[in-house]
């Protein structure tokens, strides 16, 4: 069954760092997101992204935050510097005419 | 995935029993409605979708319901099994969900042999 891979798994960074996860989603898929959960809150939307623009983002989504489909295949979410509040799961998902596909995530842990 | 605070409300079932998780939306203009499944470490997992035009649909051993006028949603899981236990989220959208999800707070479902 097709999936949505992301890595890191698990990226510990300091304070003010940049950092950027990665997906490469489902591969006849042409809408993507992605999606963000604070521990023991729940699941946040971030941004959509559609024929290499984005089409929604949110409050949350601000300066510091970015996406990028590099290459065709990879959905990358690029964080210039790292906030203690950033430190959450996040989720990449895609979805082409039917259901939305969500990956497996990314833990990020800023120090 | 947890709600708020940790106060994730918790519907404890028998293994073998039917269960009902309720899920209230926020927006009358929604159009679009799933329930996603949590396992502990894991994404959302798609269950069940339903659109506005319809007020019930089923699938393998679960039932979504659609009660627009009062804005809720209900997932009703038939012969509940050990491998449901998890979190389950209501999310909505509007433009059929090509937008952004919104999703509820999660309830987490026990099951026990």
């Known amino acids: 069954e097709p999936e949505v891979t992301q890595t890191p798994s698990h990226q510990v960074t300091q304070m003010g760092q940049e950092v950027i996860l990665r997906c490469v989603p489902i591969s006849n898929h042409l809408y993507f997101y992605w999606y963000r959960q604070i521990l023991g809150q729940k699941v946040e939307f971030l941004v959509s992204f559609y024929n290499n623009e984005i089409s929604e983002k949110s409050e949350i989504f601000d300066d510091q935050f970015s996406v990028e489909r590099p290459d065709g295949s990879n959905f990358t979410l690029k964080i210039r510097s790292t906030k203690l509040e950033d430190s959450a799961m996040y989720f990449c998902a895609s979805r082409g005419q039917g259901e939305l596909f969500f990956g497996e995530g990314s833990r990020l842990t800023v120090l | 995935g947890e709600s708020v605070g940790l106060h994730l409300p918790t519907l404890s079932v028998q293994e073998g029993d039917n269960s009902i998780i309720n899920c209230a939306y926020s927006?009358?203009?929604?159009?679009?409605f799933i329930w996603y499944k949590q396992e502990s470490g894991k994404g959302p997992q798609f269950i069940i979708d339903?659109?506005?035009?319809?007020d019930k649909r089923q699938g393998q051993r679960v039932t979504v319901l659609l009660n627009k006028t009062v804005k809720h949603l209900s997932l009703q899981i038939a012969a509940t099994q050990p491998g449901d236990s998890a979190v389950y989220f209501c999310a909505e959208s509007i433009s059929g969900g090509y937008n952004k999800l919104i999703f509820g707070a999660g309830t987490r479902l026990a099951v026990h042999p």
């Open positions: 927006n009358s203009a929604s159009d679009y």
């Open positions: 339903i659109r506005s035009n319809m």
